[in-house]
């Protein structure tokens, strides 16, 4: 009879012990799942109502998580001002290490423009080097968060992957002030930066004046 109470009592164990791990398993697929559709880049959401002449002026990298291939390493920094037929541009500085040794100030150009009225803050931009060793081409250019008056965050994705996560795709984290930004700011911004599945891969970006 002892016996007999003791292989019901392990079954019963055993077969909740399944049940446990199979919720378990569940669980993490369901989070693994949303982690996924969550990091979709048509899923990500800009700044609502984005107003250019807000936003216009002279801006800081503070941060940046780079694209594949050559970018602006440091001493960063970007004027952005709106134009007599309404569109924005930009003036932006920063250092680059071209061929592997050469160091330089790099300054590029770029204009930018609404494919969608409804969504203003998803721009598209057109870039040149001003100089034959730099490069131009186009990039998305989405302002994901703004307060116009301290911090912006933007991301560009340049190639998708077959899920709808971003590939290759870079961000910048720009402040008004190059000295940085205070704490209360910065947890809004971890906060978008973990909503476009970027936390822990910016760097800091070194502002010396050097440019």
């Given at each position: 009879?002892?016996?007999?109470?003791?292989?019901?009592?392990?079954?019963?164990?055993?077969?909740?012990?399944?049940?446990?791990?199979?919720?378990?398993?569940?669980?993490?697929l369901?989070?693994?799942e949303?982690?996924?559709?969550?990091?979709?880049?048509?899923?990500?959401?800009?700044?609502?109502?984005?107003?250019?002449?807000?936003?216009a002026?002279?801006?800081?990298?503070?941060?940046?998580?780079?694209?594949?291939?050559?970018?602006?390493?440091?001493?960063?920094?970007?004027?952005?001002?709106?134009?007599?037929?309404?569109?924005?541009?930009?003036?932006?500085?920063?250092?680059?290490?071209l061929?592997?040794?050469?160091?330089?100030c790099?300054?590029?150009?770029?204009?930018?423009?609404?494919?969608?009225?409804?969504?203003?803050?998803?721009?598209?931009?057109?870039?040149q080097?001003?100089?034959?060793?730099?490069?131009?081409?186009?990039?998305?250019?989405?302002?994901?968060?703004?307060?116009y008056?301290n911090?912006?965050?933007?991301?560009?994705?340049?190639?998708?992957?077959?899920?709808?996560?971003?590939?290759?795709?870079?961000?910048l984290?720009?402040?008004r002030?190059?000295?940085?930004?205070?704490?209360?700011?910065?947890?809004?911004?971890r906060?978008?930066?973990?909503?476009?599945?970027?936390v822990?891969?910016?760097?800091?970006v070194?502002q010396?004046?050097?440019?």
């Amino acid at each position: 009879m002892k016996i007999h109470t003791k292989l019901k009592s392990a079954q019963y164990f055993l077969a909740r012990m399944d049940f446990q791990m199979f919720s378990l398993a569940m669980l993490l697929l369901a989070g693994v799942e949303q982690s996924l559709a969550s990091c979709m880049v048509d899923s990500f959401t800009v700044k609502a109502d984005f107003d250019q002449a807000r936003y216009a002026g002279k801006w800081y990298a503070l941060q940046k998580k780079d694209p594949e291939g050559l970018f602006l390493q440091d001493n960063i920094s970007a004027e952005y001002t709106i134009g007599e037929d309404g569109a924005m541009v930009a003036a932006s500085k920063g250092r680059v290490t071209l061929f592997g040794f050469w160091v330089v100030c790099a300054d590029m150009a770029a204009q930018y423009s609404v494919p969608d009225p409804a969504s203003p803050g998803k721009m598209f931009m057109n870039y040149q080097g001003l100089a034959s060793y730099l490069s131009s081409g186009g990039d998305n250019y989405w302002v994901i968060d703004t307060d116009y008056e301290n911090y912006a965050l933007t991301y560009a994705c340049r190639t998708l992957k077959d899920d709808g996560s971003c590939d290759d795709g870079y961000s910048l984290l720009f402040s008004r002030n190059p000295r940085g930004l205070p704490p209360a700011i910065q947890r809004v911004v971890r906060q978008k930066q973990e909503e476009i599945c970027l936390v822990g891969e910016f760097q800091p970006v070194l502002q010396t004046g050097a440019c």
